[in-house]
């Protein structure tokens, strides 16, 4: 156990919905990252957030938006959802925001777009 | 541009015989590399790191040295075990930016048969 926990686990939804993935860092780590994996993608970066504020952008789509809350917690939203959406969508946490800081990653969120 | 090159899977092999996957990348600043390791249905582990030329980053009986001159940072073990059959990931990031993102290789999955 990472200490990374995210909700839900799994998530099916229609083309054009829109979807909210959680992130709870582990305790004590101020930065956030959310990372997708597909098959054809592989694994990508997609956002970080570090106390609060957005640090990086990655390959992150306009239809899809990140925040990072006071309590450090984060929410993925993804809107006008598309079959090509459908992947296994992680967070990671790390106590910095720079260097070779080890990232603990959660278990994933699986989405399937129908 | 930054980049991770690994050896295609999957890579079959019996118990107790001796693993190399091989990792190249390509950087332009000064990476630290990491070797993570996807159980099935888990989310990343941390395996080993390595953040200068020339050191080996070990873990579990695994080993990766940083070699700046052939910008490689292969993953051996000496004898595997069934238990680590998973998907290997290749990874770097840029020491001494504002993020530590970490970016990717394709993954290598292995399969150990008894």
């Known amino acids: 156990d990472s200490g990374v926990t995210q909700t839900p686990k799994h998530l099916i939804t229609a083309t054009g919905q829109r979807v909210t993935l959680r992130c709870s860092p582990r305790?004590?780590?101020?930065?956030v990252y959310w990372y997708q994996q597909s098959l054809d993608q592989g694994l990508q970066f997609l956002i970080q957030?570090?106390?609060?504020?957005?640090?990086a952008k990655g390959n992150i789509l306009e239809r899809f938006s990140a925040q990072q809350f006071p309590d450090l917690h984060s929410e993925l939203n993804l809107s006008s959802l598309e079959l090509g959406d459908s992947a296994l969508y992680f967070c990671?946490?790390?106590?910095?925001?720079?260097?070779?800081?080890?990232?603990?990653f959660g278990p994933g969120t699986r989405l399937t777009v129908l | 541009g930054n980049s991770v090159t690994q050896m295609e899977g999957p890579v079959t092999l019996s118990e107790e015989a001796f693993l190399t996957i091989n990792c190249t990348y390509t950087?332009?600043?000064?990476?630290?590399l990491f070797w993570y390791v996807q159980y099935p249905g888990e989310g990343l582990q941390l395996l080993l790191k390595?953040?200068?030329?020339?050191d080996k980053g070990s873990n579990k009986g695994f080993e990766a040295t940083y070699r700046k001159e052939t910008t490689s940072f292969h993953l051996e073990k000496g004898s595997v075990q069934v238990s680590d059959s998973a998907v290997y990931f290749c990874?770097?990031?840029?020491?001494?930016?504002?993020?530590?993102?970490?970016?990717f290789g394709t993954g290598t999955l292995l399969a150990v048969q008894p």
């Open positions: 990671a946490s790390s106590v910095g925001g720079g260097g070779a800081v080890e990232q603990f």
């Open positions: 305790s004590g780590d101020l930065s």
């Open positions: 957030y570090y106390n609060g504020e957005e640090r």
């Open positions: 950087a332009t600043g000064y990476p630290s």
């Open positions: 390595a953040t200068k030329a020339d």
């Open positions: 990874a770097l990031n840029i020491v001494g930016g504002a993020t530590n993102k970490l970016i």
